[in-house]
C-alpha cells in the first residue's frame, strides 16, 4: 500500500516538478545539424545519453512520443510513471530481464517513433555503454544519437551513477553527436567503443 500511494504522488506530481526546474535553465544547443541529417536520411533515430543525466533530455524531448527503454525493474515503474506524464512512451526491458520482449518491441516501435536509451542503466557501471543500444540499432536500422548534458552547477547525489541534478537557472550545454550506424552484428564490438568515445568526449 506504501508503494501504491508513493507511486501516485510520484506520478502525479513528478512532471510538473522537473518542468518547474528544468525550465529555469539556461539551456544552448550544439550541433543540431547532425540530428537534422540523421532525420533527413533515416526518418527516426536512437537517442542515447548516460543514466546521471536523464532529467534534463526528460524536459527537452517531452512531448514527442519518444519511447524510452526503461526496466522492469521496481526502481524503473517510478520513471515510466514520470515519463510518461511528460509526453514519453516506454518499453520495458534490460539486458537482465525483458530483453528479447523489449528488443522486438523497438524494431516495431522505430518505424513510427524515435527511441532513447541510457547505455549504462539501470545499474551500471557508471557511464560504460553495454550492448543494448548498439543491438537495437542493428536490428532497427536506425542511427545512434549520442547526447551530452553538461551541467555548470549541479547537485550529485549518492547513487551508483552520481545522478545529476542541475542547480535552478544554470547554464546547460546540450550536444548532438555525429549519428552512428550499426550495419552488421559484427560491428557492434567497434561501434560500442566509436559509441563510448562520443559519449566521454563530446
Request: charged fraction near 25%; avoid cysteine.
Amino acid at each position: 500500500m506504501k508503494r501504491k500511494r508513493l507511486l501516485h504522488l510520484v506520478e502525479k506530481f513528478g512532471p510538473s516538478i522537473i518542468k518547474l526546474l528544468m525550465g529555469t535553465l539556461r539551456i544552448k544547443v550544439y550541433n543540431k545539424e547532425n540530428l537534422s541529417f540523421a532525420r533527413e536520411s533515416y526518418g527516426k533515430v536512437i537517442y542515447t545519453f548516460w543514466h546521471n543525466r536523464m532529467l534534463i533530455p526528460a524536459y527537452t524531448h517531452r512531448n514527442q512520443l519518444v519511447h524510452v527503454l526503461i526496466s522492469q525493474h521496481q526502481d524503473g515503474e517510478y520513471i515510466a510513471r514520470v515519463i510518461t506524464g511528460l509526453g514519453f512512451g516506454t518499453i520495458r526491458g534490460s539486458s537482465r530481464r525483458g530483453r528479447v520482449k523489449a528488443l522486438k518491441e523497438a524494431v516495431a516501435i522505430s518505424k513510427e517513433y524515435d527511441i532513447a536509451i541510457t547505455p549504462d542503466g539501470p545499474t551500471g557501471p557508471k557511464e560504460i555503454v553495454k550492448d543494448g543500444a548498439l543491438l537495437i540499432a542493428y536490428k532497427t536500422g536506425k542511427p545512434i544519437i549520442p547526447g551530452i548534458f553538461i551541467m555548470k552547477s549541479k547537485w550529485q547525489l549518492n547513487s551508483w551513477d552520481n545522478f545529476m541534478i542541475p542547480k535552478p537557472f544554470s547554464p546547460v550545454k546540450m550536444i548532438y553527436g555525429k549519428p552512428i550506424l550499426v550495419k552488421s552484428k559484427s560491428e557492434i564490438p567497434s561501434k560500442k567503443v566509436e559509441l563510448q568515445k562520443a559519449l566521454k568526449n563530446m
